[in-house]
């Protein structure tokens, strides 16, 4: 219960790289030091502790990462150096979480507190924060991907468009899945590079669009449904209003908006909640929440669908058709 040394050790060890540095050649606190630019007895402090959980070990010639440790290295292929090194999105934001009871007392996100300004105003003007969170993005979705095509029937809409769409793996299989749709991924221009390259790539250029832009601007017309995944809940209630305008006024009469996310009471994970509301000041909504959030837009919920990884698909309508 009083855990914060041990996630803290973890997440410097990842920072100062030693998973990776230790992985085939064993070295001491005091060799490695001076190329770290580390204190050499507080290191060797941390390898302690390091050798303790099992990420070291302990040789004649010095600490050595274990095959356990392993999983800590940059090319282990699980994400988790991405989410616990200092430096990128997830494992900065993160830190944020000292400051969580100024978020339980206001409601708002802590990570402005710290860092002086928003997570996606930091991601806008720090390139390598970017990648590291469309990486971060990737490798959540990647295995959820299957699932979350067989587990809906896609094959309903001629053109999805994709809000907020990341690098549009997810709409890259649904396309490949179903040969007669489209597709159409809107995202900040970093990031939408990155889906154009992933839609070329797969020879999907002629059924997929990418447009470069803000959710908060009007939204390319054309799709019979609009994905919203992973998204309203990075957004308190004003600004997700705001979304749900764009996809409302974008859509035709009989179009859908298709909001993807874990839905309070069905799988829902209660951690998550937390990292919400201290990176982003956003939360996962329950069912009611979101009908309430919809109505004023003239969405009625017509069906929920869990899929994968928690969430469910919530498919809105306009009411009346
Ligand atoms: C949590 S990620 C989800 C990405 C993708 N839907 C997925 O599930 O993998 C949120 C996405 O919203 C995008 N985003 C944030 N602010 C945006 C804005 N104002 N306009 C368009 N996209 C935005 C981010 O770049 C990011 O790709």
């Known amino acids: 219960m009083s855990g914060l040394i041990t996630p803290m050790a973890l997440r410097v ?36 502790h390091l050798t303790t959980l099992g990420v070291v070990e302990r040789t004649d010639a010095g600490y050595r990462t274990t095959s356990f440790g392993a999983l800590l290295g940059a090319d282990a292929g699980n994400g988790l150096n991405n989410l616990l090194h200092h430096d990128t999105a997830a494992g900065r934001a993160d830190l944020a979480f000292v400051d969580l009871i100024h978020s339980v007392r206001t409601g708002e996100p802590a990570y402005p507190l710290r860092y002086g300004q928003d997570f996606w105003t930091d991601l806008a003007e720090q390139p390598h924060l970017r990648d590291a969170f469309d990486r971060q993005m990737n490798d959540r979705i990647r295995d959820w991907i299957p699932q979350i095509v067989a587990g809906f029937d896609w094959s309903r809409f001629g053109t999805v468009v994709d809000v907020g769409g990341g690098h549009g793996s997810l709409l890259a299989a649904v396309l490949a899945a179903h040969p007669a749709m489209r597709g159409h991924v809107v995202d900040l221009e970093a990031t939408a590079a990155g889906a154009r390259a992933l839609f070329d790539a797969q020879g999907l250029a002629d059924r997929a669009e990418v447009t470069a832009g ?69 939360r996962d909504r329950g069912l009611e929440d979101f009908k309430n959030l919809a109505a004023p837009h003239g969405l009625v919920v017509e069906s929920v669908t869990p899929v994968v990884g928690g969430r469910s698909v919530l498919e809105f309508r306009k009411h009346p058709i």
């Open 13 to 48: 060890a990842v920072t100062l790289g030693l998973p990776d540095r230790l992985r085939d050649q064993p070295a001491t606190a005091h060799s490695l030091a001076p190329d770290l630019k580390v204190d050499p007895l507080a290191l060797d402090l941390l390898l302690a």
């Open 214 to 282: 803000s959710f908060f601007d009007p939204l390319p017309t054309g799709g019979d449904a609009y994905l919203l995944f992973d998204i309203l809940h990075d957004w308190d209630d004003e600004q997700a209003h705001r979304i749900l305008a764009r996809c409302v006024e974008a859509a035709p009469p009989d179009g859908r908006i298709l909001v993807v996310e874990s839905i309070g009471g069905i799988g829902d994970e209660t951690w998550f909640d937390l990292v919400m509301l201290v990176h982003f000041g956003g």
